[in-house]
């Protein structure tokens, strides 16, 4: 059994440990490309992702902040929160760092027998879509030639937002608590990674009257309620739209990660999507091997099936919570206050929404 996995972002290097666990011999094929390392970046990784993680990849625990408790606030009222979440006697999510997340498992599968890393050309594309070499292959690139060629057909919505991220340093307090605040400007999330450091991340409204660094230095100090800031590590920005693939698979070759979909940041949902769809894949493939049938089409046949309407039902929602939001900055907030007050009090919504956000849609 042989799979090749086309890019080497932390998706990829996660799968090929999954696939590696089967004895399965993966290659993590990548191209030679000059990235700034993103030293801002944080991952909110939903508890049972979180013990998915220490089952089957590797123990995060020691880079993972745990969260037990959300808060939301909007633009009208930052004192009185228009919705809560939270947990006595376990963590709602832990916050990760990127870069940390993906040095510790590429250190990782570095010693692994099963996988091999292979700097590869641009001709490489068109020679793997013409012979046989592997028996599946895994595109987690969305700018690559075969995404180019055969995965063009999406679903696209251009946010017209620019998100910015930083990492703030501050005095020492207990931090646990997330605190999400739908600004007048867009949602501000400010999200705990240690005692004395926070994750910010701030979806700035309307890209066209984008925001100098110093502006948005200055709106998260005047929606900082809670922390004694001392100082702003470096901001990162970037554009926000949402993508979902209209089909998943060619042939023998799988779209995965975010080719598969990107969705906007406000709920942090975006790796525990692609998490989610990891299990599926890998249980799918050890019916295969239980079976002692090939890994081919028809594995990704299935996936698709099973994850497909999922996919785009849980983005779908993701995104009527942007748009929802959005309008109801338009008109004063009066519309969140009142609803997120009376389904905040329902304790079946409460579970339902808690289990969505953990668990996606188990249906």
């Not at 099973?306 to 779908?316: D, P, R, V």
């Not at 009527?320 to 609803?339: L, M, P, R, T």
Request: hydrophobic share 35%.
């Amino acid at each position: 059994m042989n799979i090749c996995l086309i890019g080497d972002g932390l998706t990829n290097l996660v799968l090929a440990k999954i696939l590696a666990n089967k004895n399965i011999s993966i290659s993590v094929c990548f191209e030679s490309k000059k990235t700034k390392k993103s030293t801002s970046r944080t991952i909110g990784i939903s508890k049972n992702n979180f013990d998915f993680f220490k089952s089957n990849i590797i123990d995060i625990k020691k880079i993972s902040w745990p969260i037990n408790y959300i808060q939301i606030f909007n633009e009208l009222n930052q004192i009185e929160e228009i919705l809560n979440f939270k947990s006595t006697d376990s963590q709602l999510f832990f916050i990760v760092k990127h870069s940390e997340l993906y040095e510790l498992v590429q250190k990782d599968i570095k010693k692994n027998k099963f996988i091999k890393k292979i700097k590869i050309k641009k001709s490489f594309y068109d020679e793997i879509i013409e012979n046989n070499k592997f028996d599946l292959i895994i595109n987690s690139e969305t700018q690559n030639k075969i995404s180019k060629k055969i995965f063009f057909k999406r679903i696209t919505k251009d946010y017209k937002s620019v998100a910015f991220t930083t990492i703030v340093k501050h005095q020492k307090c207990i931090n646990n608590k997330a605190v999400q605040i739908f600004t007048s400007c867009g949602p501000l999330a400010f999200l705990p990674y240690s005692n004395t450091e926070t994750s910010i991340v701030f979806s700035v409204l309307d890209e066209k009257k984008s925001k100098s660094e110093k502006e948005i230095k200055e709106l998260i100090i005047k929606y900082n309620k809670y922390y004694k800031i001392n100082s702003f590590k470096n901001f990162e920005k970037y554009n926000l739209k949402f993508s979902i693939l209209r089909k998943y698979y060619h042939k023998n070759i799988l779209c995965f990660g975010d080719n598969l979909h990107n969705i906007h940041p406000l709920a942090g949902q975006g790796f525990n999507m692609t998490l989610r769809d990891i299990k599926i894949l890998s249980d799918l493939i050890d019916e295969k091997i239980d079976l002692g049938l090939p890994l081919d089409s028809s594995i990704l046949k299935e996936f698709e099936s099973k994850t497909k309407h999922l996919n785009y039902i849980f983005s779908s929602g993701i995104n009527f919570i942007h748009e929802f939001f959005k309008f109801d900055n338009k008109y004063g907030n009066n519309y969140s206050k009142e609803i997120l007050k009376y389904l905040g009090k329902n304790n079946l919504f409460n579970k339902y929404i808690s289990k969505f956000a953990d668990q996606g849609l188990a249906l």
